[in-house]
């Protein structure tokens, strides 16, 4: 492997198209012959294309969609960190974070490869256009993409030329620049093999034309399935269409569906990375994928339709957004709080809740006691009023543990301690579960190489980015960055593919 810093940038020779064949009932074969071809142009995939457009590869970049298409690393924060840590800290404190963070659910090799290149893949990100700084008081916001997002609340306003856009509107420039072919409107349909090796993909435009490209390398980089609501009704939620999309959505598991016709291994299915939203982000674009409910849900409790806590609300937000969305009716649970909590956490970290949801015309039921509460929610009186007063001889003798089912008590950047429900004022909150990305998919190994369903590697495959599988997720929703993680794994995807 060749270290990104001691490389000297290669203009490759423009990728050639073969030929342009006659129309077949109805439809365009176009043929192109390339070094490696990148499926999607998302973070992941536009460093792993400039990447290896940069070691000397002929590369073809597809792109399902047109012009400014969307993306999640569009939308994007814009935060690079290693489970909650300075991603710049080096590679052993990185690991221990990820082992804190991962617990056993981390393929050890995944998370040795993340820890060891995720700092030299934001190195690799500041001399190709990334223009970091600090964005708020954490050590792990140390990276940032200027100009800083996270400001305003809503979609409409959030995310239009902030770094994250800047930095992807850069990486693509460069690379047609430097020679690459990067092709938008082209949507994939199926790997090419020859003797066991990946040998290139077919691709299909909206108009019916078609496109084969044969290649030495595959690499994809199409995003998770959040997109395909089959998909996410086999493997995440009973309901996807209760679910507030807080992402660009386009993630449709092409990628994933295509490795596993020619023998990839899928892992870690169920569970995706998102957060909690008042049940108005679904149709209300002013209300995602900020303000989150995930601080003022983890400081007090979170009851489905019986008026009963059904999940650990301690162990944070994306967790407790996995264990929304498997309820049988994902918009049937609420928050329940009290004016203490709502003046503490619900104004907590970055876009709060409160005074937001009050400005924004999202329900916040309020009574002077834990009957009228439940009646004004349809919840049954008894059982919310036992699990509350359950709930506060737990925090008083410092018990939480003990509770049905147990209740952590974190106090890190995204998850609080229990706080008591005492009044005055009790108030409770609608809730739904925001997906933004899937979290499992294909396997790979810590070279980005594809793994198959025998335990080897798909020769001239590999993948990166959330398209993948085998370090976030597991029981817990572990995450461990998102952003950090698709540059890390673009990075050595692009590598080992230009190899």
């Known amino acids: 492997m060749v270290p990104a810093s001691s490389c000297v940038a290669m203009r490759p020779s423009p990728v050639p198209i073969l030929a342009m064949q006659a129309r077949r009932e109805g439809q365009i074969q176009m043929e192109m012959n390339a070094d490696v071809v990148v499926m999607g142009a998302g973070l992941a995939g536009l460093v792993a294309a400039r990447r290896a457009a940069e070691l000397g590869a002929r590369v073809v970049l597809l792109e399902a969609g047109e012009g400014r298409y969307p993306a999640n690393s569009r939308y994007t924060g814009g935060v ?18 990820i082992s804190r963070a ?4 981390p393929d050890p090799g995944l998370a040795d490869a993340y820890a060891a290149n995720a700092g030299r893949a934001i190195a690799w990100l500041a001399v190709n256009g990334a223009d970091f700084g600090q964005g708020g008081d954490f050590p792990w916001m140390s990276r940032m993409l200027v100009p800083f997002s996270l400001r305003e609340p809503g979609f409409p306003n959030h995310w239009p030329d902030k770094g994250a856009e800047r930095l992807l509107e850069r990486l693509g420039r460069d690379f047609t620049e430097a020679g690459g072919a990067f092709l938008r409107g082209w949507r994939g349909r199926s790997l090419l093999t020859m003797d066991g090796r990946c040998s290139g993909l077919e691709a299909v435009r909206a108009d019916g034309d078609m496109l084969r490209i044969v ?20 493997h995440i939620s009973p309901r996807p269409e209760s679910l507030c999309r807080r992402g660009a959505g386009t993630g449709r598991g092409d990628g994933l569906k295509m490795a596993a016709a020619v023998g990839a291994k899928l892992v870690g299915l169920d569970r995706f990375y998102g957060h909690v939203q008042a049940a108005e982000a679904i149709r209300d674009d002013r209300l995602w994928p900020y303000p989150i409910l995930d601080i003022l849900g983890s400081s007090a409790i979170v009851v489905g339709p019986d008026g009963r806590r059904f999940t650990d609300e301690g162990k944070g937000g994306v967790p407790l957004a996995n264990a929304i969305a498997a309820l049988p009716d994902p918009l049937s649970s609420f928050v329940v709080f009290d004016r203490a909590i709502w003046e503490g956490p619900g104004r907590a970290f970055l876009l709060p809740p409160n005074p937001t949801f009050e400005e924004r015309g999202v329900a916040i039921l309020r009574a002077d006691t834990l009957e009228q509460l439940a009646d004004a929610a349809g919840l049954p009186a008894e059982n919310l ?3 509350v007063a359950d709930y506060n001889a737990a925090v008083a003798t410092g018990s939480t543990a003990q509770l049905h089912p147990p209740r952590s008590s974190r106090t890190d950047t995204l998850s609080g301690a229990a706080w008591p ?22 396997a790979i190994d810590p070279s980005a190489r594809v793994v198959s369903c025998d335990g080897g590697v798909i ?36 590598e080992a593919a230009a190899s």
């Open 80 to 97: 690079f960190h290693v489970a909650f840590e300075d991603v710049t800290a080096g590679p052993a404190v990185l690991r221990d974070a």
């Open 102 to 105: 991962g617990g056993d659910c």
């Open 215 to 234: 290649a030495k390398s595959v690499v994809i980089a199409d995003g998770g399935f959040q997109g395909d609501s089959e998909l996410v009704r086999e």
């Open 385 to 387: 009023a036992r699990t």
């Open 421 to 442: 429900i005492k009044g005055p004022e009790f108030m409770a909150i609608r809730l739904c579960a925001g997906i933004t990305y899937t979290m499992g998919g294909i």
């Open 459 to 494: 020769p001239g495959l590999f993948a990166a980015g959330s398209a993948t599988g085998g370090l976030d997720g597991g029981p817990d929703s572990v995450y461990l960055g998102g952003l950090a993680r698709a540059a890390t794994f673009g990075l050595l995807a692009g």
